[in-house]
């Protein structure tokens, strides 16, 4: 079935869909654009949140069976801890969390898929079942995932009130001024770049706001290992933030620095998410991943 939409004024691809096929859910438009695509202006689009102008051309190409992620049992999954509600997992680098296309079958998702089938069915993103928080694809470290829509809205709101505390190890150029210290810099999307972030200098959105709080824990020649605690979970907050303080994280290719870079013997950024802490059925739980190998020989390189 071929429907032409002409949007009748600015708003969300989503929302302009749903004003003229209101008896179909946002979650049904929501999941259609995101896996088939629709063409805005003779250009493929797959986010909902998409902004579209008055008189934008809309072409959809609705297809009734909806395809599903496939399940990659190549993917292994680190398995640090499992109950009846969540998996705690360990990351490896150069793994994406969850697929942008619903055709995308090497992700930490497909690789879920094929451990635990039944996690198709958790969350309010087809594309993203069962995650309540993401790393990076060259991050290593640990997440949890969630086994049930029960656990997923529980943790979902726990992250939202910041009751789970996430701690980061990275390595970056330079010294701080402070030991210890509150990088408070708002977040936005670059206009330049696409999935690019950058400093909000005007700060006029609160929905902007990025907190990162860190601790050195070591000096080296020319770097400083640092814990970090994110307060706040923007996308890149971590790199954005010590990018602007010209403390760039050692390997980062998107924010980092192309010559100090190739000081040092690695091919990603060191980022590393250690430990996860929070409460669940009134026990605290604390879970850790040690730091990947390639890490440590980056730090005994800079302590020649």
């Known amino acids: 079935m071929k429907i032409k939409i002409i949007a009748t004024k600015q708003n969300r691809l989503d929302k302009t869909i749903h004003l003229q096929l209101y008896k179909l859910t946002r979650n049904k ?15 493929k689009i797959y986010k909902p949140a998409y902004k579209v102008k008055t008189g934008d051309i809309i072409l959809i190409n609705w297809i009734l069976e909806q395809p599903e992620l496939k399940p990659n049992p190549n993917i292994k999954i680190d398995i640090v801890f499992e109950n009846n509600d969540f998996i705690i997992i ?19 998702v497909n690789g879920l898929l094929a451990y635990y089938p039944a996690i198709r069915n958790v969350g309010d993103n087809i594309l993203r079942p069962g995650i ?32 789970i505390q996430k701690t ?30 950058k400093i909000d200098l005007k700060n006029n959105n609160i929905s902007h706001q990025a907190i990162t709080r860190y601790k050195v824990i070591k000096e080296f020649k020319n770097t400083s290992l640092l ?45 590393h998410a250690q430990s996860l802490e929070f409460c669940w059925e009134k026990e605290k739980m604390v879970f850790k991943s040690t730091l990947p190998k390639e890490l440590q020989k980056c730090l005994e390189y800079d302590n020649l």
Request: aromatic share 8%; hydrophobic share 35%.
């Open 132 to 163: 309540v928080h993401r790393l990076d694809k060259n991050t290593s470290g640990i997440m949890i995932i969630a086994k049930n829509n029960k656990t997923f809205q529980k943790l979902k709101t726990m992250f939202q009130k910041h009751l």
């Open 29 to 43: 438009i929501e999941h259609f654009i995101q896996t088939q695509g629709v063409i805005l202006n003779n250009k």
């Open 227 to 271: 814990e970090i605690y994110p307060e706040t979970g923007k996308t890149h907050q971590i790199r954005v933030h010590f990018a602007s303080l010209s403390h760039f994280i050692i390997g980062d290719k998107e924010y980092g620095s192309k010559k100090i870079n190739k000081l040092f013997p690695i091919k990603r950024q060191f980022l």
């Open 168 to 197: 980061y190890i990275a390595l970056i150029y330079g010294k701080m001024p402070q030991k210890t210290g509150t990088i408070n810099l708002a977040i936005t999307r670059s206009k330049q770049k696409f999935n690019r972030r």
């Open 90 to 108: 360990n990351k490896p680098a150069n793994l994406t969390v969850h697929p942008l296309r619903i055709s995308d079958t090497n992700t930490l």
